[in-house]
């Protein structure tokens, strides 16, 4: 077959060599280089938007203090007298957890505005790793998340929270929420990429993650609920992942949450993460 | 064919008379109209009237069950406490609609259209006003509704309860003014949007809505005290649950006034400087 | 072989719609071919088919020897796509969108950065190019479009609907980079539902309509199979217009007279038109009759659709969207 010639210039890579095996190994290869590098690339679109659109960055920067303040002073006093330990103590990972859900929701929005302004089209007619248009997205949330997270902790402390658990478990805190807020970004996208719409992906984004994140350990104890939404918050994986990072904060049982987030995150990322990856090569 | 309406020779105080009397008609009837244009807003566009109705009642099942236990209330159960201050907090956070719809219409030349129309221009506004309000105050009875059934109880006679929904609303309309004001300033559907935002959130929530005002630090109880919010707030819990009505009646009837006489006229004021 | 693309039998519909119906294309390399149709017709399907957007129901097609399906991988390092929509990002800068689209096409960072200067200076972007696309002009975007889309040098491009939308002025700046690329070589795949469009651009047009290809060839060939050229008289006073035309109908070649009162003008169909014109102005003059103006009018390809299709290209866009429905 006569390859084609560019017109001038730049010239793509031959096809890959003929064997089977080699074809195979150099496909694979070939594949995840371009996998990660185009990711990579995608990943840098976002976060250019982060820094180019203030709105996005305040409601980032804004978002978890308006929360902070609101849950610390209005209904801290209340709420503070059924937790064991200082409300805010209590507060902050709960607040990181809800607040990043909120963040990497913003995935799923932003797939679907790609669809409906022509981007994908874009993208699909390139030569690109098909995975890297949500992976991109996805990673730049995941960044964002870890950064508001750090922010967070940061003015929590400078309102009084303290670190009761040790420096090492306390450290790994902002780390452990982003890979859960990772995990939960391809829901997200599974939102974004099914309904392809800005307008139907944040309602459904809004309605699911607002019960999601209060029906669990967020906010209050989980005993002061009536009994049978303790069941339900219970096997809520956010409860799971908010205790694990309370008592990384505060000291406290960690195996007997970690084991759950883990187990939810892999599910997330790898059950979750090739649905949305499959629908989105589906679409035509 | 229309015939324009005929002018005649009357005495100068007949002709003033007759000019008011004319005005308000057309005052009324074109509110009228621009409030059948926005209500018809909520039937074209389900994602509205789904963030419009759903959205209340699931933070009234949010409150009640995830907060109710943690948050101490007195001798009330928490729901009886929770349901005005919600209504209260919900009806307000509507009554911005207005403003943003407002901005939008204003950045969208829509309303260049209604200026280049006979009619009379208070009624864009009014119209935007009284439509909100009776959104407001479906969804007041949407949630009452929704509180009743979730073990809500009236222990303060019928009639009071029975007025509850109508004071929220009459509280939201006042509040519509405002963000008309805040519409016709801003001109820009997202600008207001945000504004609002920020002014409506601190007023909602640091008052007497969700949980008692003696529970906040020091700082926060002097601004919960003056808070117009808590007023009626209050004066919505007694009308509900019992209590002195007329001592929190009067604070709340003030602000309502005030801000429909006052804040009313300067809206108007600055939407016709457009 | 000097194909560019060769389309065989190609067919889509989705459900009980058919999109496309059958559709045989060659389009040599190195020249313009001009899709032609209006609103529906299956021109953007038949675009997405051959940029690997889409598989067809049935068929086959090659793209530069690549055949869409079995080797859309490879086929997409050698084609350039820009959309109805363009999809350039508002919040990066022109210089940005166009270094994106090169790093996804796997050119190395160096040969991007390169190639970005000289696609801005190309397309009269320099002065923007530093400034994010939230602000550009309508025009400007369908050029950084564009522009994205050249990065990696592709033999092959496809323009679907390029100026729609446009102003008349960005519209004849954005056939002048057309007529450029061209210049260099590259072969031109472009849909559009201006007739005169295609007129300008386009080395060969394929008029489609419902999903089937009704006519293919150069438009020299079209406006002939359109028939002849037309004569246009406008007459100075409206009541001339009667008496203008009963002369004129005289000289057409189907005895057939168009009468437009409202604006004054009445034209026949001619075989050849130059001659015939000056006998036209004799007999006028001899019935006393005052011109305002007169011409010798070239069919266009609206012409060629009615005669081709029996309705105006508008009458057939409208249909296609009633169905749609």
Redesign the interface.
């Given at each position: 077959m006569n390859l084609p010639q560019a017109v001038n210039g730049w010239r793509p890579e031959p096809p890959a060599p003929s064997t089977p095996v080699r074809e195979a190994i150099g496909s694979v290869l070939y594949e995840f280089r371009w996998i990660i590098a185009d990711t990579a690339m995608l990943t840098w679109r976002m976060l250019m938007h982060y820094r180019r659109n203030p709105e996005m960055l305040l409601s980032t920067i804004f978002g978890p203090l308006m929360f902070l303040f609101l849950f610390t002073y209005v209904f801290g006093g209340a709420i503070g007298r059924s937790t064991e330990i200082n409300y805010i103590d209590y507060l902050l990972p709960g607040v990181l957890i809800q607040n990043n859900i909120f963040t990497v929701m913003q995935t799923g929005i932003g797939l679907a505005d790609d669809m409906q302004k022509g981007f994908v089209d874009r993208y699909r007619s390139l030569p690109m790793a098909r995975s890297a248009v949500i992976g991109g997205r996805v990673v730049a949330t995941t960044v964002i998340a870890f950064f508001s997270a750090i922010w967070t902790i940061g003015i929590a402390v400078v309102i009084g929270m303290r670190f009761h658990g040790g420096f090492w478990p306390g450290l790994s805190l902002p780390f452990v929420v982003a890979l859960f807020c990772f995990g939960f970004a391809w829901i997200s996208a599974l939102v974004g990429v099914s309904v392809r719409d800005t307008q139907t992906a944040s309602s459904i984004t809004f309605f699911v993650a607002i019960p999601l994140t209060f029906l669990s350990s967020t906010f209050v104890p989980i005993e002061t609920m009536p009994g049978w939404l303790q069941a339900f918050a219970g096997v809520n994986p956010i409860t799971q992942v908010v205790n694990l990072s309370r008592n990384l904060a505060q000291g406290g049982p960690i195996a007997v949450y970690a084991l759950p987030t883990f187990l939810w995150t892999v599910f997330f990322v790898f059950g979750i993460g090739s649905l949305a990856t499959w629908r989105y090569k589906r679409i035509s | 064919m229309i015939q324009p309406a005929q002018l005649q020779d009357r005495s100068p105080l007949g002709e003033l008379v007759s000019a008011i009397a004319v005005e308000a008609r057309w005052i009324i009837a074109d509110t009228a109209v621009m409030s059948w244009r926005n209500l018809l807003r909520y039937r074209r566009s389900p994602e509205l009237l789904m963030f419009s109705t759903l959205s209340p009642v699931m933070f009234v099942l949010l409150f009640n069950y995830v907060f109710g236990g943690a948050i101490p209330t007195g001798d009330l159960n928490y729901i009886d406490y929770l349901m005005p201050g919600i209504l209260v907090q919900t009806t307000i956070f509507s009554a911005t609609t207005t403003g943003v719809g407002l901005a939008e219409d204003l950045q969208k030349g829509m309303v260049d259209r209604y200026r280049s129309l006979p009619m009379a221009r208070s009624a864009v506004l009014g119209g935007r006003v009284v439509a909100e309000t009776l959104v407001s105050l479906f969804v007041a009875f949407l949630m009452l509704g929704v509180g009743l059934i979730i073990g809500m109880r009236f222990h303060g006679g019928f009639w009071p309860g029975f007025s509850l929904p109508f004071m929220v609303a009459g509280f939201a309309f006042g509040f519509s003014w405002i963000a008309a004001f805040v519409g016709a300033s801003v001109r820009n559907a997202e600008g207001a949007g945000s504004l609002m935002f920020f002014v409506v959130f601190p007023l909602t929530f640091l008052s007497s809505a969700f949980v008692p005002i003696e529970s906040m630090p020091g700082w926060l109880q002097w601004f919960a005290y003056v808070n117009p919010v808590t007023n009626a707030v209050d004066f919505g819990r007694a009308l509900s649950q019992g209590g002195p009505i007329v001592a929190n009646a009067w604070p709340t009837a003030l602000w309502t006034l005030g801000m429909t006489f006052v804040i009313g006229p300067v809206a108007v004021w600055r939407y016709r400087k457009v | 072989?000097d194909h560019a693309i060769e389309v065989r039998n190609i067919s889509k519909s989705y459900g009980s719609v058919v999109a496309l119906d059958n559709v045989d294309l060659d389009v040599q390399r190195g020249s313009v071919m001009g899709l032609l149709g209006p609103n529906g017709a299956g021109k953007t399907t038949l675009v997405?088919i051959l940029?690997?957007?889409?598989?067809p129901s049935s068929g086959s097609a090659t793209v530069?020897?690549?055949d869409v399906v079995r080797h859309a991988?490879?086929l997409?390092?050698?084609?350039?796509?820009a959309?109805?929509?363009?999809?350039v990002?508002d919040?990066?800068t022109g210089r940005?969108n166009i270094h994106?689209?090169g790093?996804?096409?796997?050119?190395?960072k160096r040969?991007v950065q390169k190639?970005a200067q000289e696609l801005l200076e190309q397309f009269d972007l320099v002065d923007a190019a530093d400034r994010?696309v939230k602000g550009y002009s309508g025009g400007m975007r369908r050029r950084l479009d564009l522009a994205?889309?050249l990065v990696?040098?592709?033999?092959?491009i496809f323009l679907d609907e390029p100026t729609t939308g446009l102003d008349p002025r960005s519209r004849l700046e954005l056939w002048d980079v057309i007529r450029n690329l061209v210049s260099?070589?590259?072969t031109v795949l472009l849909t559009t539902q201006y007739l005169e469009e295609a007129d300008q651009l386009a080395d060969e047009i394929t008029v489609i309509d419902l999903g089937k290809v009704i006519a293919q060839g150069t438009a020299d060939e079209l406006k002939h199979q359109a028939g002849s050229e037309f004569i246009e008289i406008t007459v100075r006073d409206v009541e001339d217009i009667r008496r203008a035309a009963s002369v004129l109908e005289n000289f057409a070649e189907n005895n057939e007279c168009d009468i437009d009162e409202e604006a004054r003008k009445t034209s026949i169909m001619v075989q050849d038109g130059a001659s015939i014109m000056v006998q036209v102005v004799r007999s006028l003059d001899t019935e006393d009759i005052a011109v305002a103006n007169m011409a010798v009018r070239q069919p266009t390809l609206d012409d060629v659709f009615l005669a081709l299709t029996g309705r105006t290209a508008e009458e057939a866009a409208t249909e296609s969207e009633q169905e749609q429905n």
């Open positions: - | - | 072989m997405r940029t690997t957007l889409l598989r530069l020897g690549y991988r490879h997409r390092s050698y084609i350039g796509l959309g109805q929509s363009a999809a990002d919040l990066l940005e994106m689209a790093r996804l096409y796997h050119m190395p040969q190639r994010s994205a889309s990696a040098n592709p033999p092959m260099e070589g590259t």
